[in-house]
């Protein structure tokens, strides 16, 4: 943790020009999420209004990370080399405590289910994430090099949750995807796919000294994984479940015109003063 | 209060990183309940706002916390050891002379009693919590380290304001509760018992003098104790009241879709102009 491997200037630069813009990412998305969260029907805010937690959440943690990136080099002859303090890489697993178990919560809430359905799925899915983020960081913090050490076994453990968090976003939430109009069952299939292909990149990583990967490589190749993850599972997500409210939005008839629904196709008869939506 | 225990890099981090958690916390509840305050009926909307602002002004202060910290510590020989700058404890002290008083008002509020009630609840409550914080802290910065010295007696005296707080809290305002819809008697219940359980910590890290516990490894439980017993009172606390807020709200009848009161369910006749709710 505390000796960073020597970097040329390009390496150093490509991690820090990917902090750099994996926060300016998050920043806008935040933006995005609150200026944007009336376009879609009020049941549907509340899960923007999540999405623009976690990244502005991401954004606090990629500002801190950023700062962690540069006190932790000096540049010496060209080079940057170690200044002895320490980078501070467990703002990830600060981050992710806080935001993973979110990331699940706009995606169930989005979906707007019966409250005695999302209920105890938001209990169950909340607290296998916030397992899974815990279970790892004891093994982060050790430098086994054996997938047969400490550090696997942590990171064995950290899978039950993560493989349990598939199960149910593939079994019960996928089977919640018959009363769904089309359009949003497409884009569901398309966010749990994101969803599996970005945090699958994290285990990976964790398993980066199991492979005998070490130095200057190493590290930029993590660094810049991290971020464009990050952008991915957080910013670009949010963005997916934005376009399923406005798709859910339509097929409830919710006019982002009036602000009301259409009498004709919501059915729950509220009616807009003097309004008349196609 | 000047020498800071020597402290190893995971010692230092882990008080560090919990600093860190905790200010993401505060950011990430302030914009919650700011955001999120249109989603309650207007009347519940002036507790949401003064739980923005504990957690606002919680996290200023952890922004505080957090760069005392660093400052106190220099890294030596791969130890964090004091750097003659002091750790300033006291910024917990102003914080809670603005937070505590608070966080009894936003539950006060949010039970929307009749104007006659609430009025000299929220005065006793706010005075009771102010001389809680007041005398605490002459006996903080005295370094006593028996229970029967000035530190205990201002301990003792602290105390008397608390057990006042918790003589109203299960008394008269528990009393109340049976005017209140079930769901919202049983979130006050759990929001009383978050309250004991998270403000009861306070009084026994005050008392670690007394059992003989000093240097670091007492340090960092106190750190990290203060750190989590915060989220919960502050940032946890002001979600359940929120929870409490969305109960009364649908109680009452008041729609988030069209922002106003259902002729028949409510029970003070307020209704929307033209609008015909279900």
New interface residues.
Partial sequence: ??DMPTLTPGQYSLVYNMFSFTLASMLAAFAFF?LG?NRV???Y??SL?VS??VV??AA??YF?IFSSWEGAFTLVDGLYQSS???F?D??RY??W??TVPLLLVELVLVLSLARDKSGPLLTKLVIAATAMIALGYPGE?LNDTSMFSERGLWGLLSTIPFVYILYVLWGELGGAMGTQPPRVAVLFRNIRLLLVATWGFYPIAYMIPFFGLSGAGAEVALQVGYSIADVLAKAAYGVMIYAIARAKTDADGWSLESR??AAASSG???????TVNA
């Fill in positions: 943790m505390f609150t969260r029907a009020p049941k805010r509340l209004l623009a937690l502005g959440i606090y943690h801190r002895g303090e320490p501070n467990a703002y600060v981050d405590l806080l913090i009301s629904y729950d008869g509220i009616t807009a003063p003097a």
